[in-house]
C-alpha cells in the first residue's frame, strides 16, 4: 500500500514549500480541469485500490464548484481513500456514501459544494482588492 501526494502550484515561480506532507513533484495550471492535469492523471496511474491520496488542502487539487464533484468521484471508483490535511475539508469524510446508492451523501455533496462557493468568493474577493 502507498501514500502518494498531490502537490500542484499555480505558476512555475511558486513553491510547494507550504504542502510539504510528503516528498512529491509538483505539476502546474490551475486553468485544466483537476482530472486532466498531467501529475494529477501520474498520480491517480500510480494509486492502488486501498491507497490513501494526499493533499495538503483542498483548493490546491481543485479550485471551485465546477470540479470538485468530479474529483470527488475518483477515489471513490478506484477505492482510494482521500486525506485533505488542512482546512474545512480536513475534518470531513469525503467518501461517505449511501450505503444502498454507493452516491456521495447529499449533506457531504452540500457541505463540500458551500466550502467550495465560500473558497471561490475568498478568491475573487483577493483578486478584486490587489
Not at 480541469?33 to 491517480?44: A, I, N, T, V
Not at 496511474?45 to 495538503?56: E, F, I, L
Not at 483548493?59 to 482510494?80: S, W
Not at 452516491?103 to 457541505?111: D, H, P
Amino acid at each position: 500500500m502507498a501514500d502518494p501526494a498531490y502537490k500542484r502550484v499555480s505558476t512555475d515561480q511558486q513553491s510547494t514549500n507550504r504542502q510539504n506532507l510528503v516528498p512529491a513533484e509538483a505539476g502546474t495550471s490551475s486553468r485544466l480541469h483537476p482530472l486532466q492535469r498531467p501529475k494529477s492523471g501520474e498520480l491517480l496511474t500510480y494509486a492502488r485500490p486501498g491507497d490513501t491520496v494526499h493533499v495538503s488542502e483542498m483548493f490546491r487539487l481543485v479550485r471551485g464548484t465546477q470540479h470538485i464533484l468530479d474529483v470527488l468521484d475518483v477515489p471513490h471508483q478506484g477505492r482510494l481513500a482521500l486525506r485533505i490535511h488542512d482546512g474545512a475539508f480536513s475534518a470531513m469524510d469525503l467518501t461517505a456514501r449511501h450505503p444502498r446508492t454507493g452516491e456521495l451523501l447529499s449533506t457531504v455533496k452540500f457541505i463540500v459544494q458551500t466550502h467550495a462557493a465560500t473558497g471561490e468568493l475568498h478568491r475573487g474577493l483577493q483578486r478584486e482588492l490587489t
